[in-house]
């Protein structure tokens, strides 16, 4: 179970950090910490240095939050951690996070899981809050299934992200439009690929995230599209 978690956090800090390029570009200028917008998300240099500096921040705030929501899911106290059973087999979760590496948990992820991977479980991201853009609203699902003693299929990774209504200054958002993920049980590391499309202001732009080894025992994601291709972390 180690490793599942271990694939399932990578795959939630990739989303993270997503959440958090998008919260970064429509950042509202009346929110606390607003900066009046950190650029269109949809041009590639802009997109490319945001995911280089939000994805370690985001990697290690979904790591500490899955940490704790792991913990209070067999009956421990955590804090910054709310679950409520819906079912047999099911629950919502409220996870407080620090996506931005401040030392506070400005962030708060909610989700779904019903079933389990032996059969296909179902996994859902409901919403994610940030104070520093109000308007970011988002949702995302998957289907998680045991396929082989060592593999766990993500499969139908379908959801939307965004900020500010499309034609505003700041708009952003992140469609994700399918893809499908393997985790491998002994090594804990994913390998796939999700299609998004990325829209900013008055453009779009497909970007194919691909997860990868990196070489080390790790994991890295590779984005590419046309004229651009570069790799975090
Ligand atoms: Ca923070």
Redesign the pocket.
């Known amino acids: 179970m180690t490793r599942l978690r271990r694939g399932a956090v990578w795959m939630g800090v990739w989303l993270a950090a997503l959440f958090a390029g998008v919260a970064a570009c429509g950042d509202d200028p009346a929110g606390t910490g607003g900066n009046g917008g950190g650029g269109n998300i949809s041009d590639p240099a802009t997109l490319q240095a945001i995911m280089e500096q939000l994805f370690v921040p985001a990697a290690l ?1 979904m790591i500490d939050g899955f940490d704790r929501l792991v913990v209070a899911a067999s009956g421990g106290a955590m804090d910054g951690v709310v679950i409520t059973p819906t079912g047999p087999n099911s629950f919502a979760a409220d996870v407080q ?11 708060t992820l909610s989700g779904t899981s019903s079933g389990d991977i032996q059969t296909g479980a179902s996994i859902s991201i409901t919403s994610l809050t940030n104070p520093n853009e109000p308007s970011l609203a988002g949702t995302a699902s998957t289907t998680l299934t045991q396929t082989g003693q060592s593999t766990v299929l993500m499969d139908g990774i379908v959801g939307d992200i965004s900020a500010d209504p499309p034609g505003a200054g700041n708009a952003a958002s992140v469609e994700l439009l399918g893809g499908t993920v393997s985790l491998d049980l002994l090594t804990g590391n994913p390998s796939g690929a999700i299609d998004c499309l990325v829209t900013g202001e008055g453009a779009t732009l497909q970007v194919l995230s691909t997860f990868q080894s990196d070489g080390a025992g790790g994991f890295e994601v590779r984005f590419t599209g046309n004229g651009f291709d570069f790799t975090v972390p």
Request: aromatic share 0%; charged share 40%.
């Open positions: 705030g996070l620090d996506l931005d590496g401040d030392g506070s948990r400005e962030s």
